[in-house]
């Protein structure tokens, strides 16, 4: 079993749907982050969080530590939103930080 | 804003030959990696410094070095290029202390096959 297990794998909805993508892990961790990647590459980092909620625009990712588990949810979504959104934990491995990366979920939003 | 800026988008190699990959960040940032992304299997980290002339390995080091000359550049050299080096190639720098402690900031990444 990984460490970082994202659902779903794929995701295609219509614009202006409401998207949940869950992230659930394994490990105690100290923070969690949530990237996403365009099509050519480019990963850009859209949160960081240890407790809570945080939100951006019509992004908000939230997290609960004792499940394990956070969600990054896209409000009014847009084509432009299509992407790959990667979740990640940063925990201790061996007295070192180390990170883990989810293996990504393809969202595509159609006009 | 900060830039990870990768040399190269897309590289085709010959087997046996020696690549280097150069990542430069323009933010100060004490933090830098090498991850490769190949499909299921997410981001792995080859290597990664904490400072000038410092390296660790990562998770799947073999095959790799690097080299940490100047906190600006992190270069990732593959000694004799193999086809399971095929892969995506990213760089990432992230601070020590600040606003942005922790936060990673990624390169467009550099797309390298090997025939």
């Known amino acids: 079993k990984n460490e970082v297990e994202q659902s779903p794998q794929n995701l295609t909805a219509q614009e202006g749907e409401f998207i949940t993508i869950n992230c659930s892990y394994s490990?105690?961790?100290?923070?969690l982050h949530w990237l996403q990647q365009h099509p050519g590459g480019g990963i850009v980092s859209l949160f960081m969080?240890?407790?809570g909620k945080k939100k951006h625009g019509r992004l908000i990712a939230t997290i609960n530590i004792q499940e394990k588990h956070s969600s990054l949810h896209i409000t009014a979504s847009h084509p432009r939103d299509s992407a790959v959104y990667i979740c990640?934990?940063?925990?201790?491995?061996?007295?070192?930080?180390?990170?883990?990366f989810g293996t990504g979920t393809r969202l595509t939003i159609i006009p | 804003d900060v830039k990870v800026t990768q040399s190269s988008r897309y590289l085709v190699k010959r087997t046996g030959e020696k690549v280097f990959l150069e990542c430069v960040q323009d933010?100060?940032?004490?933090?830098m990696f090498w991850y490769r992304q190949d499909p299921g299997l997410g981001l792995r980290l080859i290597y990664f410094?904490?400072?000038?002339?410092?390296?660790e390995k990562g998770d799947i080091p073999e095959g790799y070095s690097v080299s940490r000359e100047k906190k600006e550049r992190f270069s990732l050299i593959l000694e004799s290029a193999s086809t399971n080096q095929t892969s995506m190639y990213l760089c990432?720098?992230?601070?020590?202390?600040?606003?942005?402690?922790?936060?990673?900031?990624f390169g467009e990444g550099s797309r390298l096959t090997v025939l």
């Open positions: 990432a720098s992230s601070p020590t202390g600040g606003e942005f402690t922790g936060e990673l900031f």
């Open positions: 490990v105690g961790i100290s923070a």
């Open positions: 969080l240890s407790s």
């Open positions: 990640a934990v940063r925990s201790m491995y061996f007295g070192n930080e180390k990170l883990t």
């Open positions: 933010m100060d940032h004490e933090n």
């Open positions: 410094s904490y400072d000038v002339k410092m390296k």
